[in-house]
């Protein structure tokens, strides 16, 4: 547990000390686990540091308010916490990639590549955000969980994968509701419009074909406004690196270690 501000935030590291380090960021409604997938191969390559973003998993769940700098300087205490001091590698999905843009443009100094996965800049309909709110408030997450998975997977992805949807389904449910409705108001809230033009570090993202979430469009223009930054599009919906675990490491591999 590393403290933030007075909010613990539950840390997991992987690997040779020696190693360059990966940190890893996940979604609205997961936790660290998301990543299992990515894990292994993942260790072959880098120092491993995961971690469960405040509302989520074994970190403090305090009421908010959130916001993105709030959140991305939990993520800047997580690495002061452990003394790493030189620069680091990031991927993280949806929230997560939202989470990195913030670094990129405010702490540049601590990121050597960056891959943002799934993910969105600005949300200018706050009443589909404060409807999804409502019902959590009204049926707790329990009672959004089947039409949350299929914003997350496509059908097919969800008749043919029991154990990953099952998984998916627990860690979600299992989310404490004060740490999902804060950290759906930050994301409601986001405003990085102006934000990722200031993006200098190296960036590629990750976007699925089939994602209703944070739709493709969106993911395209992070790549057109970000300096060099490519793209590699899945044949996936929101939550790609569990959806396609292989092609999601390959893409984030690829990129981090192109040689």
């Known amino acids: 547990m590393i403290d933030s501000n007075g909010c613990r935030i539950n840390v ?14 996940n979604s609205l409604g997961t936790d660290m686990r998301m990543w299992d997938d990515q894990a ?16 989520h998993g074994k970190s403090d769940a305090p009421k ?38 913030w670094l990129g443009a405010n702490a540049p100094e601590q990121m050597d590549k960056m891959v943002l996965c799934n993910t969105h800049y600005y949300f ?16 707790r997450l329990a009672g959004m969980v089947d039409a949350n998975m299929e914003r997350w997977f496509t059908k097919e992805f969800r008749d043919n994968n029991p154990q990953p949807m099952a998984k998916m389904k627990a860690m979600f449910v299992e989310t404490p509701l004060d740490g999902y409705i804060a950290c759906g108001e930050a994301v409601r809230d986001m405003d990085h419009r102006e934000l990722i033009d200031r993006i200098k570090v190296p960036t ?41 675990p292989q092609a999601f490491t390959k893409a984030v591999l690829d990129f981090l270690r192109p040689n």
């Open 204 to 244: 590629h993202v990750i976007a699925g074909r089939q994602d209703p979430a944070t739709p493709l469009e969106a993911n395209e223009h992070l790549r057109s406004r970000i300096p060099g930054a490519t793209i590699t599009v899945l044949e996936a919906a929101h939550i790609s690196n569990v959806a396609q």
């Open 40 to 55: 292994a191969e993942f260790l072959t390559h880098f120092r491993l540091v995961r971690y469960d973003r405040r509302g």
């Open 124 to 139: 200018p309909d706050k009443e589909l955000w404060n409807g999804r709110l409502k019902m959590a408030r009204e049926k």
């Open 12 to 25: 997991t590291v992987e690997g040779a000390e020696t190693a360059p380090v990966l940190m890893l960021c």
């Open 64 to 101: 908010g308010p959130y916001n993105m700098e709030m959140l991305g300087r939990d993520a800047l205490a997580v690495l002061d916490g452990l003394g790493i001091k030189q620069k680091v590698n990031w991927c993280g999905l949806s929230m997560g990639g939202m989470v990195g843009q």
